[in-house]
């Protein structure tokens, strides 16, 4: 990952192709792999209690009505559209539904920040808002937080 406080991602290693293309009448269809997330009380407490952590320390760098608490993940805001600008999201193998091609994730809480246009590299969707792509990585159990925080807040503030 690029410095934190930039909110530009350096490309995950490929384990596998994250797009499959078929071709029908000379036509190539994309398709994209989405996340359906399951209720936060169905993750384990301590993915939910550190993915609650972090979410509160960007409400407190960027206000409480530029963050949502939804059923399944937290959202951050960007300004003026409130458009969501990045995700918390946990996964936990056997909770939610992936729909798509196999994004090859392990369980664990993930950063997920919306890139404008199309797909390019591995991108994710949560399902059913599929045209809203988000580059992701996971949060290693030794990251500091706050400095997740800072990035986070930077990425929402740096979409505006």
Same mark, same amino acid.
């Given at each position: 990952?690029? *410095?934190? /406080?930039?909110?530009?991602?350096? &490309?995950? #290693? *490929?384990?596998?192709? @994250?797009?499959? *293309?078929? %071709?029908?009448?000379?036509?190539?269809?994309?398709?994209?792999?989405?996340? *359906?997330? %399951? @209720?936060? #009380?169905? !993750?384990?407490?301590?993915?939910?209690? #550190? $993915?609650?952590?972090?979410?509160? =320390?960007?409400?407190?760098?960027? /206000?409480?009505?530029?963050?949502?608490? !939804?059923?399944?993940?937290?959202?951050? =805001?960007?300004? @003026? /559209?409130? %458009?969501? $600008?990045?995700?918390?999201?946990? !996964?936990?193998? /056997?909770?939610?539904?992936?729909?798509?091609?196999? &994004?090859?994730?392990? +369980?664990?809480?993930?950063?997920?920040?919306?890139? @404008?246009?199309?797909?390019?590299?591995?991108?994710?969707?949560? %399902?059913?808002?599929?045209?809203? #792509?988000?580059? !992701?990585?996971? =949060?290693? +159990?030794?990251?500091?937080?706050?400095?997740? $925080?800072?990035?986070?807040?930077?990425?929402?503030?740096?979409?505006?």
């Amino acid at each position: 990952m690029g *410095q934190v /406080g930039s909110c530009f991602l350096e &490309p995950r #290693r *490929q384990r596998d192709n @994250p797009v499959r *293309q078929t %071709a029908i009448n000379r036509r190539t269809i994309t398709i994209q792999t989405s996340y *359906q997330t %399951a @209720p936060l #009380r169905e !993750y384990g407490e301590q993915f939910r209690q #550190r $993915a609650l952590v972090l979410f509160g =320390l960007i409400r407190e760098r960027l /206000g409480r009505l530029r963050v949502r608490e !939804y059923k399944g993940s937290f959202s951050i =805001l960007q300004e @003026p /559209g409130l %458009a969501t $600008a990045a995700k918390i999201v946990i !996964y936990e193998a /056997g909770k939610g539904s992936v729909n798509g091609p196999d &994004p090859a994730l392990t +369980d664990g809480i993930y950063i997920w920040v919306r890139v @404008p246009g199309g797909p390019i590299g591995r991108t994710i969707s949560v %399902a059913p808002h599929h045209s809203e #792509r988000f580059a !992701y990585f996971r =949060l290693m +159990d030794s990251q500091n937080l706050n400095e997740i $925080a800072d990035f986070v807040a930077a990425c929402a503030d740096r979409q505006a």
